[in-house]
């Protein structure tokens, strides 16, 4: 028996032992000075067991030393005033003051924190312990003090299915992110619902109008078990979020928070130098059979005179960040409160008149309660300011196409901007729009309330009522203004005053004003009491009322003065002009719901979850919709006859669920009804036009998208719960996906929208934490890889889009707009295989030449042509995975976070990949130096030939081919940050209970094979659809060096 | 504190929305049919989507007057043979038929809606139902049986619904255009600000023409006769001049039904136009891709003056008709205003009269004796393909720069009732002098035809002699394809092989298609009797069957 027991008490702490050796078992035996002594104990559990590995370390030193089999331990060098620390992994860490003694012996209870965790749920709270569907948390240790520009970003990485892709870096170009939970689950949108304190957002981003410094945690609901309590706007998972408060009978803490860093734009690739691109510029021609166009003596003076900086330096410029918070947050015996204001502040990385964000945050959350009544107020206010460049999304793509020239200026000191006409292209005024072009500027202003009222009833039963209220105003004012812009020709330079006016001569400003009104009022029923110590029953019965209202305004004029007044009084313009009759809208959600759950002893447990949603954006006879679902879980550790396992290796729970969930996110708001407008000029009669009527026929049959999920999982914990280990597998179907009806001729008319899509999604996700506790080290580790993927059941024609030479298809048995294509089969090596190879069928064969692209030929019939596409790959992330190490030794603290993709395929076009491409890239990049040659056939790319040529068409005119795709997996370092708390026993000179200073980089390192593009952003939306745009043309990849100071009072 | 949670709750409840919501920046029905523009706007998108300019030409190619091009390849290959069931011309006039009786039936769905004095709405409700008596011969000729609505389907019921036998739905046309006929005004009790509108004349011609398209001569008399005798029904006439009918006529008293356009105070400011582009003259109109090319057969049918066949090339002395109709090689064009072009003959930019060439030999001189002459046509396809353009409907004055013109068109006039009565009294036995003094003698006459060709030449054989007289009058007015149809002559050599003169100009002698890719139809004229039931409708409805030969 002890035997048996050794054992497992040795494979239990032997990694324990491990990191005592590596951490401080080297130096014990050093001491031996007078005044101390030799101490000795025995460690043992709660049941009288003896505790093997345990360390025990005098406080403060390296002195240490770790308990044999039986439990005992001796450690010399011990003086009267010293602590003795005890620690062992999956237990509470014991300090002991020595004293007088020389014999102490400890019992170690076991940690439980892992399964006591707080796990937030739709309309409630439960513990790790007893949870049985899918739900991830992010406590606020993995968002605070992270140097991002809202919460979405610090969650990159955090959750396992939880994957945020960015779309653009620029700080002041509006929602730039994707996020999806579990992938890609609809043709539609795939926002999940997001929840602030319990009142559902219109939109996911809203969750960026918050400090995140202000947020205690975020829950991510995955599962059918966890979302279906909001029902119908649930089927892509739910976020909760929960803002801080404060907590009872603690005296008021003072905290002031600051952090200031650099944005440095991380440019991806860069121009070779102008001498070289005109050689291969040469080549290109030649290679084309053409005549070079640059001539020894023009590479000769580029030679000599080298380079100007490249445009997309020149535009770009390294950008201040800052964030400062303060919070004062306490509670008396009846009431909590936090109040906290936050300034964060993000330069653009655009040069130009002060173009960046800045957002404003004041909270404040009080609960107060006496007898058996509670009530609680959240209020929050944000202030968001931006400025942005009227110039349009292609600024990036024209910054970037221009060789280095010597002589190619862009401004001067006069404000005059200049554009040059060189041999082929030249370049534009490149900078005129960004720095003389005007702006927009935003300023939106949010102001939320939520107040809530319990009353307990009886014991066990309360009452909850919730009243919430937000009112949103965005105001933006647009001025577009015109500049001067001269012409050099090469390097001849212009006279400044031969400058004409561009850009916005007409010198047009617009305001546009708009304002949301949202309420929503909530009563809540909630029971939860134990019967005979091991029936526990848990219920919930709640109504909802949620409604909105919207409109705006907006104006414009032009011929307007530097004042942005009309410069004389008659030529005022106000085409842009609508009133608020003209848009706006409203909208309403009813809802019933409740939550039933019993669970036997801690053991078994069942829970029944429903909610009836009703709906105004549907016809009223069929706008309710019932969404049901049931989990179930077994903690198989509580059996008796795994009360073995679970002394020796801790808790193990299997937990299934199943059910319903909608969406109608893609439902607009009078999408089930005909509505009526009119047109101008539709007919005539005796030559004087009459108005005609429009109409924009509804379907009443439109009902919500329904996903069916059934999600199986696996909780378990090691090492006395200090190893937790989370696995997930789901299958989900959604039907009833929104598609543009298919409507016959005969109906007459077009329909937008009909329920018919189908859709399956699985995967699955592995969350491992790990918390280790060693003397004076504490490291943490949390690690988590999911997967998804999706599937086309039930589309219809195959759709094919091609846009940006990249195609995508919509098709049955594929994923959802999976890249589709010509395979690639390499490069011609030789003349003979050119003769015999199948090649595209509008290429004249005569025309190719060694080093040109080789594709396939799928169906084996002699020619590569539209039937010879095939899928390609998929461009959204696989097997994503979050890694995050910390740890704090004596006031030092590290943390480091990982984040990436095992796979992906990554369609990449334009100038990027094709050199000279449609004759208006001018520029070669210098990664694509790797091209093939007779010296170089291994090559990446193709030979160089220039646009129009046959080898140009044939390598990079084929719309969707594989030699614009890259392996898009990747490892990034998210965020390092290395921090410091000075000792308590200086600080406390000055009433600082605690003074941290740190460090911190954001995306230092990525590693990835090909470093010219950001792999972490992504042309698609949320459902994989792709705009005109792709990676590429992205603002660079931001990295942030900072530092920051953490007081409190 | 009891109280102020239930204050909360209170102001919760007031200050929210309800669950039954109607757009508050747009109509629905609930409040579209309140106001009287609405209800009239939705007349206004019956008669825009009842017949149109692209439809009233296109019909042309489906006959042996026009011959197409790659612009009209839809149209094309129906009347080459090629279409198949998945043709764009089929599925075109199917949608657009089914678009227009949801038009019409969305307002007589809501008639009980409509806040409109009485005679106004049965005005309204009457002009509804001739578009849709109108939209169903369209359909029944084409298609035959079809689905038969008279009132909105919902989609479920659309994809099941089959079809309707055409007599059924022809019986329907008839006491449907018989009713509104009494309902309608007359053409002198409408103000000028209402014309273009629908009268009773046009239900009468309607009916006609309905009953001609089913060879129902006996009653396409009787209504013919309706409008030749008295004023019940209105009062018609043919007009004076033949020319000054295409340019200035359509309100005139040989007007039955037009297609309207507007504009505000001329060329500058066209609010609805037609785009005249590729039918005429290339220097004239967009430079673009010739989408009708009259033939040479149709020109043939234009005799000289005295009643004799005229030769290929001989445009001296021919009926007056044939000047109206067709722009031949050096033939005199007058130029729009808005027309910013150096043309050869013009005097200065875009003024005044300029000689047409279809010659290349021809063209090719006036440039060389000028070479800052804009009038080459570049590229084989933006030049006529016969060596003759249409000029019907053109009106230099009514055009502007963009090449659109706002002159109406007539869709039905007296000419065509006159045609038809005769045509009508001959196939029922009843021809007789006085029968062909009021109808073919008028005519001819007009064309500035002698004495002794007008006259009534008696005798049994008198079918063809009306026949090519009503493809002389009505030419290039779209009716050619259905006379075709209805005489069943479309399999006949002579106009199967209509086909042989694309290939080179009998007039001019140039190779018009100069290289093989312009070849658009080797085979010659070869249309199928029937439309199939579009292919992508059957894939949808299980329940509609297909026409014989397809």
């Not at chain 1, 539709?682 to 109409?695: I, Q």
């Not at chain 2, 049986?145 to 019986?171: C, H, Y």
Request: charged share 20%; aromatic share 12%.
């Amino acid at each position: 028996m002890i035997k048996k027991r050794f054992f497992s008490i040795a494979v239990r702490c032997s990694l324990a032992l491990l990191w005592c050796l590596v951490f401080s078992g080297t130096c014990y035996d050093a001491f031996g000075q007078s005044g101390t002594k030799s101490v000795s104990g025995r460690v043992v559990d709660v049941n009288g067991y003896p505790l093997i590995g345990v360390s025990v370390v005098v406080e403060g030193t390296f002195n240490g030393t770790s308990t044999d089999v039986d439990g005992a331990y001796t450690i010399k060098g011990v003086k009267d005033k010293d602590n003795l620390e005890f620690t062992c992994l999956g237990y509470k860490t014991v300090v002991e003051a020595v004293g007088r003694r020389s014999e102490i012996s400890v019992t170690l209870s076991e940690d439980t924190s892992y399964l006591d965790e707080v796990v937030v749920i739709g309309y409630g709270t439960t513990t790790r312990r007893h949870i049985i569907s899918s739900v991830s948390t992010v406590n606020r240790e993995a968002l605070a003090n992270r140097p991002v520009a809202n919460i979405q970003q610090a969650l990159q990485g955090t959750a396992a299915n939880l994957i945020i892709q960015t779309r653009n870096y620029d700080p002041t170009g509006g929602d730039q992110m994707n996020l999806s939970i579990r992938g890609v689950n609809t043709m539609g949108n795939n926002s999940p619902l997001v929840v602030i304190d319990g009142v559902p957002q219109a939109e996911a981003s809203r969750m960026n109008d918050i400090n995140p410094n202000d947020i205690e945690s975020v829950n991510v609901l995955k599962d059918a078990g966890s979302a279906a309590i909001y029902g119908a706007r649930s089927s892509n998972g739910v976020i909760l979020i929960t803002t801080r408060s404060g907590r009872k009978e603690v005296s008021p803490s003072i905290s002031f928070s600051a952090q200031v860093g650099a944005q440095d734009p991380h440019i991806l690739w860069n121009p070779v130098p102008s001498y070289m691109n005109s050689i291969l510029r040469n080549e290109a021609l030649v290679n084309s059979g053409r005549s070079p166009i640059f001539t020894a003596a023009e590479i000769q003076d580029m030679y000599a005179n080298g380079d100007c900086e490249p445009f997309v330096r020149q535009a770009m410029q390294t950008a201040l960040q800052q964030n400062y918070n303060v919070s004062v947050s306490g509670g008396t015996k009846h009431t909590t409160y936090m109040v906290s204001a936050g300034y964060f502040d993000q330069g653009s990385n655009y040069i130009g008149p002060d173009y960046g964000k800045q957002r404003y945050n004041v909270r404040s959350n009080i609960t107060t309660e006496w007898g058996r009544f509670k009530v609680g107020a959240n209020v929050n206010y944000t202030r968001a300011e931006t400025k942005q460049p009227t110039t349009s999304g292609f600024l990036f793509a024209d910054l970037a196409r221009f060789p280095t020239y010597h002589f190619f200026r862009t401004m001067d000191d006069n404000g005059v901007f200049y554009a040059n006409n060189y041999k082929y292209g030249g370049c534009g005024a490149v900078l005129a729009g960004l720095v003389g072009g005007g702006y927009n500027k935003y300023d939106n202003e949010y102001i939320s309330g939520t107040f809530n009222a319990d009353f307990e009833i009886i014991k066990g039963l309360k009452l909850r009522g919730v009243l919430s209220a937000e009112s949103r105003n965005e105001h933006r004012f647009s001025d577009h203004l015109s500049y001067l812009v001269a012409t050099d020709n090469g390097t001849a330079w212009a006279d400044p005053s031969s400058a004409v006016l561009s850009g916005s001569t007409t010198d047009p400003a617009d305001d546009w004003v708009g304002k949301d009104t949202y309420l929503n009022s909530q009563v809540l029923l909630d029971f939860n009491r134990t019967f005979a110590e091991k029936h526990n029953v848990t219920a919930l019965a709640g109504w909802s009322q949620e409604s909105r209202k919207h409109y705006s305004v907006s104006a414009s004029k032009k011929f307007l003065n530097d004042l942005n007044q009309p410069t004389d009084g008659t030529v005022t313009v106000d085409d842009g002009t609508k009133l608020s009759s003209q848009d706006n809208t409203r909208s309403a959600l009813m809802s019933y719901f409740g939550r039933v759950g019993y669970s036997y002893d801690e053991r078994y447990y069942i829970e029944f979850t429903a909610r009836y949603d009703m709906s105004s954006k549907f016809l009223k006879i069929r706008n309710g919709g019932f969404f049901p679902a049931v989990s179930a879980g077994w903690r198989v550790s509580q059996e008796k006859f795994m009360s073995n396992y679970k002394y020796k290796v801790g808790d193990l729970k299997l937990r299934a669920s199943y059910g319903l969930n909608g969406n109608q996110q893609d439902v607009g708001l009078y999408d089930f009804m005909t509505t009526y407008g009119i047109w101008m000029d539709a007919y005539g009669f005796n030559g004087v036009s009459v108005p005609g009527l429009m109409f924009t026929m509804g379907n009443e049959a439109l009902t919500w998208e329904k996903s069916k999920t059934f999600n199986v999982g696996v909780d378990a914990s090691f090492f006395k719960n200090a190893l937790s280990v989370n696995f997930d597998y789901f299958y989900k179907r959604t039907s009833d996906i929104l598609l543009p009806a298919i409507v016959t001729g005969v109906f007459g008319a077009s329909i937008a929208k009909e329920n018919r899509g189908v859709l399956d999604n699985q995967g699955w996700e592995l969350t491992v934490n790990y918390n280790l506790v060693r003397g004076a080290w504490n490291h943490n580790f949390s690690f988590n890889l999911a997967d998804s993927m999706n599937k086309v059941v039930k589309y219809g024609t195959p759709a094919i889009n091609s846009n940006d030479g990249v195609t995508v298809i919509i098709q049955e048995g594929l994923p959802l707009n999976s890249y589709y294509g010509y395979k690639v089969a390499g490069f011609f090596s030789g003349y003979e295989e050119i003769q015999s190879a199948a090649i595209p069928s509008t290429i004249d064969r005569s025309q190719l030449r060694p080093g040109d692209v080789r594709y396939v030929d799928v169906n084996n019939d002699g020619v590569i042509d539209i039937n010879d596409r095939t899928y390609l790959g998929y461009g959204f992330p696989r097997y994503t995975f979050g890694f995050n190490y910390s740890f704090n030794w004596k006031g030092l603290d590290f943390s480091i976070m990982l984040q990436g993709v095992l796979k992906r395929t990554n369609a990449i076009r334009g100038e990027l990949v094709e050199p000279f491409h449609s004759d208006y890239g001018l520029t070669m990049y210098e990664h694509q130096l790797d091209y093939w040659s007779a010296d170089n056939t291994g090559a990446r790319w193709p030979r160089l030939s220039t646009s129009g040529s046959v080898s140009s068409s044939n390598n990079w005119g084929q719309p969707g081919s594989e030699i614009n795709m890259i392996n898009g997996a990747y490892l990034r370092v998210k965020n390092i940050q290395i921090g410091y708390t000075l000792p308590k026993k200086w600080t406390q000179k000055f009433a600082c209970n605690n003074l941290r200073i740190y460090v911190d980089a954001q995306n230092p390192l990525t590693i990835t094979r090909y470093g010219f593009v950001d792999p972490e952003t992504t042309e698609f939306g949320s459902n994989m659809s792709r705009g005109g745009a792709n990676s590429v043309r992205n603002y660079p990849t931001l990295r942030y060096w900072g530092g920051g100071i953490n007081l409190t009072f | 504190m009891k109280k102020n949670i239930f204050l909360f709750f209170l102001l919760g409840l007031v200050s929210c929305v309800g669950l039954e919501q109607y757009p508050t920046n747009s109509y629905s029905d609930a409040n579209f049919w309140n106001y009287e523009e609405n209800c009239m706007a939705a007349l206004y998108l019956g008669y825009n989507q009842c017949w149109n300019a692209d439809q009233y030409f296109g019909n042309n190619i489906l006959s042996d007057d026009v011959y197409g091009s790659r612009h009209t390849q839809n149209s094309t290959d129906v009347a080459t043979g090629l279409a198949t069931t998945n043709g764009g011309r089929f599925s075109s006039e199917w949608n657009a038929c089914y678009q227009e009786l949801r038009t019409i039936h969305t307002a007589l769905d809501n008639q009980h809606r409509m806040n409109l004095p009485e005679d106004v709405k049965n005005r309204l409700v009457a002009e509804m139902r001739l578009m849709r008596a109108f939209t169903y011969i369209r359909l029944t000729t084409w298609f035959g049986d079809v689905p038969f609505l008279t009132t909105n389907p919902t989609l479920p019921e659309s994809k099941i619904i089959a079809r309707t036998s055409a007599d059924k739905i022809k019986s329907f046309i008839h006491s449907e255009l018989e009713e509104v006929s009494h309902i309608l005004p007359k053409n002198t009790d409408l103000p000028a600000s209402e014309n273009g509108r629908f009268t009773r004349g046009t239900a009468v011609a309607l009916n006609a023409r309905a009953y001609l398209l089913e060879n129902d001569f006996e009653n396409c008399a009787k209504e013919c006769a309706k409008l030749m005798d008295g004023n019940e029904y209105g009062t018609y006439a043919l007009a004076d001049s033949y020319a000054e009918l295409f340019q200035s006529g359509h309100y005139g008293p040989e007007s039955i039904m037009t297609i309207e356009f507007a504009y505000e105070g001329g060329v500058d400011n066209i609010k609805r136009s037609w785009d005249t582009g590729p039918r005429i003259p290339q220097s004239i109109g967009h430079g673009g891709i010739v989408a009708f090319s009259p033939t040479q057969e149709l020109v043939d049918c234009f005799r000289k003056i005295d009643g004799s066949p005229a030769d290929d090339a001989d445009y001296e002395g021919r009926d007056l008709r044939f000047y109206a109709t067709i722009a031949y090689n050096g033939c005199e064009i007058q130029i729009p205003e808005a027309k910013a072009c150096k043309i050869i003959g013009s005097e200065g930019v875009g003024k005044g009269v300029y000689t047409c060439w279809t010659n290349p030999v021809d063209e090719k001189k006036a440039q060389e004796r000028d070479p800052a002459l804009n009038d080459s046509y570049n590229g084989s396809q933006d030049r006529t393909q016969t060596g003759y353009y249409n000029i019907k409907n053109y009106s230099a004055s009514t055009i502007g720069s963009g090449g659109g013109s706002y002159k109406p068109l007539m869709e039905i006039r007296y000419a065509d009732v006159l045609l038809m009565y005769a045509e009508s009294m001959f196939e029922t036995g009843n021809m007789t002098e006085d029968v062909w003094n009021r109808t073919m003698k008028l005519i001819r006459h007009r064309a500035g035809f002698g004495d002794a060709w007008c006259a009534y030449p008696g005798g049994d054989d008198l079918r063809q002699t009306i026949r090519d007289e009503r493809r002389c009058e009505l030419a290039l007015e779209g009716r050619r394809c259905f006379d075709l149809r209805r005489w069943a002559v479309m399999d006949t050599p002579a106009i199967k092989a209509t086909g042989a003169s694309y290939l080179v100009s009998r007039a001019t002698g140039a190779p018009f298609l100069d290289n093989g890719t312009n070849i658009q139809c080797p085979a010659s004229y070869n249309i199928k009797y029937w439309f199939p039931v579009p292919q992508g409708e059957r894939d949808k409805n299980s329940n509609l069957t297909q026409n014989p030969g397809w």
